[in-house]
């Protein structure tokens, strides 16, 4: 099961590490053709300022899933140190308890605002806000994956992907 879940979690991870390669990229671009517009030729384009937020968004919510991944996360490793093996262990296993409550939370909502929002067209660019929405459901689903994998590690099923040979 672990070793099922590993593979999809690399596959789908890789993918949202390069979307967020993209989306950064386009606002690397965005941003300075915005700055570019507004202060030497003094006009901006409508479409500019909905592209770089949408990016950000999208940006922000794939990399918090990668990062998820890579043990980029703030960490209280050293309280946790400082309790005795047994209730670390618990204190651990109620943080996933609270991951999981948090992330299912968040991909019903998200999902939920996602479909509300399919008929709203976005003022600048006239897409549905779907589009933008989605990327909540989308990232939390990636990071909900994650704690999964994680789960099963810390239950025992398999080794942690760095034990791995």
């Known amino acids: 099961m672990l070793q099922l879940i590993r593979r999809v979690n690399d596959i789908l991870l890789k993918g949202a590490g390069w979307g967020t390669v993209f989306f ?4 690397a671009i965005v941003i300075p053709y915005e700055v570019f ?3 030497l ?3 901006m384009s409508t479409w500019s300022g909905e592209v770089s937020t949408f990016s950000l968004v999208w940006a922000s919510m794939l990399g ?3 990062g ?3 043990g980029y996360q703030v960490g209280m ?3 946790l140190d400082a309790l005795p093996p047994v209730v670390a262990k618990m204190v651990r296993g109620l943080g996933f308890i ?3 409550i948090f992330l299912g939370v968040m991909i019903y909502y998200g999902a939920s605002q996602t479909l509300a929002n399919a008929a709203q067209r976005s003022p600048a660019m006239q897409i549905p806000m779907c589009y933008p929405y989605a990327a909540l459901p989308v ?3 990636l990071m909900l994956l994650v704690t999964i994998e994680d789960l099963l590690v810390f239950l025992g099923l398999g080794p942690a992907k760095e034990e791995q040979a």
């Open 24 to 27: 950064m990229a386009v606002m």
């Open 77 to 79: 490793t050293a309280a």
């Open 37 to 39: 517009g507004r202060c």
């Open 139 to 141: 990232g939390f689903l």
């Open 98 to 100: 609270f991951m999981f």
């Open 68 to 70: 998820l991944r890579k």
């Open 64 to 66: 918090g899933a990668v």
């Open 41 to 43: 030729l003094a006009r």
